[in-house]
């Protein structure tokens, strides 16, 4: 097991913003956590970093396990004058075998020399993405990695994920929003909301009424034929728009 | 040699700069400028408290803009107008400061000294702690230089990456308390975010990393200690001040110098 959270609760001042998370991540799998907007994603990725204030509950990371984490943006202040280049070897280890495959994997290589504050989002990705790459990671953590990307981008994204997991055996965490591609790239989907609603594998998910009550019954043609029944409520019916 | 008072005077000046030049880089990456303003604000209340007690004025100063630099990092996040509060504590300090010394019996002290600093009368034992000071935070700096450029880039990456933001960003209020106390001599308590801000803002539109901001920078600082100590000297002007022109000259001649660069680009 590389990641083993059990019970996990995070509050910011008086905001549950996470309640009673569970997960555990094994070696070479694809999970990703999907949910609406305001329902915890990138404060769970958090936790898992530490840099979010955990109130109950455990993150247990096997010893010495190298993260790689990709944020959902990056905000460079433009008094920082800082190349691709510079950037991607602020690491803790220089690593040059690391540098290049990262760079060659990602097709970062004819940008090294430009400002990071120059990039555009799809660049500013792929920088991204080549960084968490570069120390050969077992866990990678992409948080909206596809943001800022076109279809045909979003589809090689995908596709360059799948081979990262082959070659390398590491197990991937994601957040999306590319509902569609994500049920046919993950092993197991967790829907979160606060809580965990549901999780399983993606065909699980799709149809669990719980699913369907925060994404709305239209998201997949396949599963378009469906009775709702929700069982529970979503901290207090705040961000259901179909429910 | 040092016997001289303008090369105690000059080399006070140099040490200062070396030191608050690459720091001011930080301070401007992270929008520190207010924080940093409060530090040093708060330095006068510590020295009216050491003339009052009469302590050592350093350790007075280096007391309290150490006490306001880690409370105020502390605090950091928690509150929403956070600038105004800095702004409030700060000059509640200043201002405290000089009401007190008002109050204290005897010879009448030259608070402008404090104020915009007296570099001219910098002793051997003053040279001794600008420099030990200087030292403290170059070397604070370049071990700590990496984890501080990632976690001013993003809190989340450095922690990823094994960091932890916090310790880091505490080698910066180390260092801003220790700047500022070393800098009142030399600039003042008014005018050492100065020494800070400007030689950093100067390098910037004339360079491509952070490390070669942080150089430039340290070259404008002592360029700027150098050439305002004597043109202090030449046009019998005040010191510290005179420092902060030559600076602010600097600045504008790199803006200038960075709009031809960017022009003949385009």
């Given at each position: 097991m590389l990641i083993e959270v059990t019970n996990l609760s995070v509050r910011y001042g008086r905001n549950t913003v996470l309640n009673n998370i569970h997960l555990s991540l094994r070696k070479g799998e694809i999970v990703t956590i999907v949910g609406p907007n305001g329902s915890g994603k990138t404060t769970f990725f958090k936790a898992l970093i530490g840099t979010a204030p955990i109130t109950s509950g455990k993150v247990k990371i096997k010893k010495n396990v190298k993260l790689g984490y990709v944020p959902q943006h990056?905000?460079?202040?433009?008094?920082?004058p800082i190349t691709v280049e510079r950037f991607l070897n602020l690491a803790r280890r220089k690593n040059e075998k690391g540098f290049k495959k990262a760079t060659d994997i990602v097709g970062t290589s004819n940008l090294l020399n430009f400002q990071i504050s120059n990039l555009s989002g799809g660049e500013m990705q792929r920088v991204l993405l080549?960084?968490?790459?570069?120390?050969?990671?077992?866990v990678l953590l992409l948080d909206e990695a596809?943001?800022?990307?076109?279809?045909?981008?979003?589809?090689?994204?995908?596709?360059?994920?799948e081979t990262i997991r082959e070659t390398t055996g590491c197990a991937i965490l994601m957040i999306s929003h590319d509902l569609h591609v994500v049920m046919g790239a993950s092993d197991r989907v967790i829907c979160l909301n606060g809580h965990i609603c549901c999780e399983g594998t993606p065909k699980t998910v799709a149809t669990s009424p719980e699913y369907k009550a925060l994404f709305g019954s239209d998201v997949d043609g396949t599963f378009a034929l469906y009775r709702h029944t929700h069982n529970h409520d979503h901290m207090g019916g705040k961000n259901i728009n179909n429910a | 040699m040092l016997d001289d008072f303008m090369v105690r005077a000059?080399?006070?000046?140099?040490?200062?700069?070396?030191?608050?030049?690459?720091?001011?880089?930080?301070?401007v990456w992270r929008r520190m400028a207010y924080f940093g303003e409060a530090t040093a604000h708060s330095a006068m209340l510590g020295i009216a408290l050491s003339l009052s007690f009469e302590a050592p004025v350093f350790a007075g100063a280096i007391l309290l803009s150490l006490i306001m630099a880690s409370v105020v990092s502390l605090t950091q996040g928690r509150s929403f107008y956070f600038d105004t509060l800095l702004g409030v504590v700060g000059h509640m300090s200043l201002a405290a400061g000089l009401v007190i010394v008002s109050f204290i019996p005897g010879v009448r002290i030259d608070l402008m000294a404090y104020l915009i600093g007296d570099i001219l009368a910098v002793s051997q034992m003053d040279l001794l702690l600008i420099w030990s000071g200087a030292i403290i935070i170059l070397s604070l700096l370049i071990w700590r230089w990496s984890p501080l450029l990632l976690v001013t880039l993003n809190e989340d990456l450095a922690s990823a990456n094994g960091y932890n933001p916090k310790r880091e960003s505490f080698v910066l209020t180390i260092a801003l308390a220790i700047v500022v106390a070393v800098g009142i001599k030399v600039v003042g308590v008014l005018l050492i975010v100065a020494m800070l801000i400007i030689p950093a803002a100067s390098a910037r539109s004339l360079v491509s990393t952070p490390e070669g901001m942080g150089l430039l920078a340290s070259l404008v600082g002592v360029m700027s200690a150098i050439l305002g100590l004597?043109?202090?000297y030449f046009f019998d002007t005040p010191t510290g001040p005179s420092i902060v022109c030559v600076a602010s000259t600097f600045?504008?001649?790199?803006?200038?110098?960075?709009?031809?660069?960017?022009r003949r680009q385009s």
């Open positions: 990056l905000n460079i202040d433009r008094s920082l080549a960084r968490a790459l570069m120390n050969e990671p077992e596809t943001r800022g990307l076109d279809q045909p981008g979003t589809a090689s994204f995908y596709q360059k994920i | 000059t080399l006070a000046g140099i040490g200062v700069t070396l030191a608050a030049a690459p720091l001011g880089c930080f301070i004597n043109s202090a600045f504008i001649a790199s803006l200038l110098i960075g709009m031809l660069i960017g």
